[in-house]
């Protein structure tokens, strides 16, 4: 019972929060919306796609990427949202949160999944201008894509916290976007499909093929349409419970408390 | 055993050593200070009582309730006031205090009720609508005491609450502090590195370079000079 108070109330001042801060919501979504629009203009002439599931006919391409911006949308998210929670940004609140009678790995997912509902939040804004600026994605999906979007938001943000809890070097944001968000965005599947990377190199392809991103992406394309991806969905299972132990471990509000006495 | 108890606590960042054997008692139904120069260990010993971060040598009691083996009950029976503050600014200062209830167990019409009350004590009710951001600095942190009390602690330990105030605030806070003390039997810890917040009437902690140099009623430390030189003279480095 407490647990279900607390986790609505984390749930709800987070959303607050977003909603409170127009800016953050337009940048949200302005990102995605340049790659929708300006990258899949020219994208268009130079790829060619072939039917591949879960799509039944040819497809433009951008409808192709709009699960993979829907991901990126969650993949930026995570990382802010992880990097938030451990430097000193948050650091107030969260020693609001820690010093609570509530056990750590708790705070943790409950941080983990209020940063994902207000990420899911922004994916529907998208996949809304997306629709009203003409790309063809079918209605019914935007409800199946939910549990979708909610387990790979959480895989992601669960990566996000571990990362900034183990890697100290990684200090900013930029530095988390080269090594990391761009890394993982471009070797996957959202983008190009596999075929097409196994086209100019296999070892790519493998790469992509093994990117839990890649996975994260496919399950939500399939929800799209109504099906469940097994293999996905074991990743983003498997992995999403891997890295949110790894980062409970690890995770040390020291590390925010000597750099707010820095 | 009750109010909060120390003992033998040590701690080191790496290889500075920040709190060395510290053991302390702050009693129910009275004021205790910690007292301490910038650097004297206050904040990393707030962060062990607040359970932030794990007690390696010694024990943090409250309540009798050991921090380490026992968090939940521990930190149920203790409030808290950080250095820093943790107001979400763009909120109301209900949904603030809700929000901190709610981490305790708290909803519903009970919280409702124990906000009001809490904010018709600082005379602040018709404030509960408006964003914290619109409130002064000495209304924000008499909100964050209020906060501290929602769940009811028998402990409350303040982590120099008073910085960046200006006088009156400084003066109205310390002396809310002192009542909750008297009137509630309120085991208050509060930390310190100015003098004039504390009366001769109060138990006194003296922390320096994380050793616990005097313990007293400050009254008694003091004797005949004032209790600034008095701590003057005991933090002073040779030169």
Redesign the interface.
């Given at each position: 019972?407490?647990y279900r108070?607390?986790l609505?109330?984390?749930t709800?001042?987070e959303l607050?929060?977003f909603l409170?801060?127009r800016g953050r919501f337009f940048a949200a979504l302005v990102r995605p919306l340049v790659w929708l629009v300006v990258f899949a203009a020219g994208f268009r002439a130079a790829l060619g796609l072939s039917i591949i599931p879960p799509y039944q006919t040819y497809i433009t391409y951008e409808v192709y990427i709009t699960p993979g911006l829907c991901g990126m949308i969650l993949l930026f998210a995570g990382m802010q949202n992880a990097l938030s929670l451990v430097y000193d940004r948050e650091?107030?609140?969260m020693?609001?949160?820690?010093?609570?009678?509530?056990?750590r790995p708790f705070i943790l997912f409950a941080k983990l999944f209020a940063g994902t509902v207000v990420a899911v939040a922004q994916v529907y804004a998208f996949l809304v201008v997306a629709l009203l600026i003409g790309v063809d994605i079918p209605l019914s999906g935007l409800a199946f894509i939910l549990p979708a979007l909610i387990l790979s938001g959480m895989m992601l943000g669960s990566l996000g916290l571990l990362l900034s809890a183990t890697i100290s070097r990684l200090e900013n944001f930029a530095g988390v976007m080269n090594f990391v968000i761009f890394p993982m965005f471009f070797l996957s599947t959202a983008l190009y499909p596999l075929w097409k990377m196994a086209e100019s190199s296999p070892l790519l392809r493998d790469i992509c093929a093994m990117n839990p991103f890649s996975h994260a992406v496919e399950l939500i394309r399939f929800a799209l349409y109504g099906q469940i991806a097994p293999v996905p969905l074991l990743v983003v299972l498997g992995c999403g419970a891997v890295f949110f132990a790894l980062a409970v471990f690890f995770y040390d509000?020291?590390r925010g408390?000597?750099r707010?006495?820095a | 055993m009750s109010g909060l108890n120390i003992a033998d606590v040590s701690f080191n960042y790496g290889a500075k050593r920040a709190l060395d054997g510290v053991s302390l008692t702050a009693g129910p139904g009275r004021f205790t200070a910690l007292l301490g120069p910038n650097g004297a260990g206050k904040s990393t010993l707030f962060a062990l009582i607040s359970g932030l971060i794990a007690t390696r040598r010694g024990r943090v009691l409250i309540e009798g309730f050991d921090i380490a083996t026992n968090p939940r009950a521990a930190l149920s029976r203790l409030g808290i006031v950080f250095q820093a503050q943790t107001l979400d600014l763009d909120l109301t200062v209900r949904h603030n205090l809700r929000y901190f209830g709610a981490l305790h167990g708290m909803s519903g019409k009970e919280l409702d009720q124990r906000i009001d009350a809490a904010m018709d004590r600082l005379d602040m009710r018709d404030r509960l609508g408006e964003r914290a951001a619109e409130l002064n600095g000495g209304h924000r942190r008499r909100m964050e005491i209020a906060r501290a009390l929602l769940h009811r602690p028998s402990v409350l330990v303040l982590d120099e609450p008073t910085v960046g105030l200006d006088v009156a605030s400084r003066m109205a806070i310390t002396r809310h502090v002192h009542d909750l003390a008297a009137d509630e039997g309120l085991a208050v810890f509060w930390a310190t590195h100015l003098v004039d917040e504390i009366s001769d009437g109060d138990d006194l902690v003296l922390l320096h370079k994380g050793r616990v140099l005097a313990a007293g009623q400050a009254g008694a430390l003091r004797g005949q000079v004032l209790l600034n030189d008095w701590f003057l003279g005991q933090t002073r480095v040779p030169a």
């Open positions: 019972m407490s108070i607390a609505t109330a984390i709800l001042r607050r929060r409170s801060q650091m107030g609140t020693r609001l949160l820690l010093s609570s009678p509530l056990p509000p020291r408390l000597q707010s006495k | -």
